[in-house]
């Protein structure tokens, strides 16, 4: 088989729920021979059948051996078995609006030089979407954006978009961050480049998080930690729990 064009690396720790939905729509061997991309399960000790749904779909497993990890480990890890020169990073509870888009925008933005990772908005489920997630994705999505204009840089570890090359030049992520990883790592891209944020594909995230800590929580701990990592270059929060 020729090496592959896109890398998918997706992090896990205890996602037998929602994993499935997320790999459901790769699978599709005409989409496979289309776009040529290789999909890599990093799991972060999970304890649940996690491991189980990956083989199942055949993805190529990265274990942590039970051992648990942070996911700028699980990240770091897959990158580094990836083949391809590009890195999609995807959480193991999205969904993608529209995959062929995805790989097809991939192609085009990274034919300019210039163009060194890629973000996109990130919004519910839509079947699970209420009023008050779609004010603040709609804010959330703004704020995020507006950054890249201002070339802070800015992409939401919900779908992280790479040139592997600019991904080890920059060392990947910072394995000290429980939180605030994904800023962090944008930023430092965001010295040497642009990013493109598009709006011609989007992420769909489950709301559990927000269910359970509400959108005000939520946004507050991810703002003290970007400035944590700012300015103390640390992540304040010692650990970004999970909500499943």
Known sequence: ??????????????????????????????????FNFEIIISDGGSKDNTLKVAEKFGTKIISSNGNN?????????????AESDYLIFLNGDVRVSNVRQLFTLIEIEFQNKQ??????PVKVF??????????????????????????????????????????????GYNET???????DLY????????????RKFEIYESPRRYRKYGHFTIFFRWL??????IIMKKSLSKEWEQVR
Do not use: W
Request: proline share 3%; net charge neutral.
């Open 224 to 229: 003290l930690n970007s400035i944590f990592v």
């Open 126 to 171: 839509p079947e699970e979407t209420k009023f008050i997630d779609r004010v603040f994705q709609t804010f959330y999505n703004n704020y995020f954006h507006l950054l890249n204009i201002i070339a802070v840089g800015m992409g939401r570890g919900e779908c992280h978009i790479i040139r592997k090359e600019i991904f080890n030049n920059v060392g």
């Open 115 to 120: 163009t060194l990772a890629i973000t996109c």
């Open 177 to 183: 961050l429980a939180a605030g990883e994904d800023f």
């Open 69 to 81: 990890e942070n996911i700028a480990r699980g990240r770091n890890r897959g990158a580094e078995d």
């Open 187 to 198: 930023k430092r891209i965001r010295k040497l480049g642009g990013i493109v944020f598009t």
């Open 1 to 34: 088989m020729s090496q592959p064009k896109f890398s998918i690396i997706i992090p896990t720790l205890n996602e037998e729920k929602l994993l499935p939905k997320l790999l459901e729509q790769f699978n599709d061997e005409d989409l496979r021979k289309e």
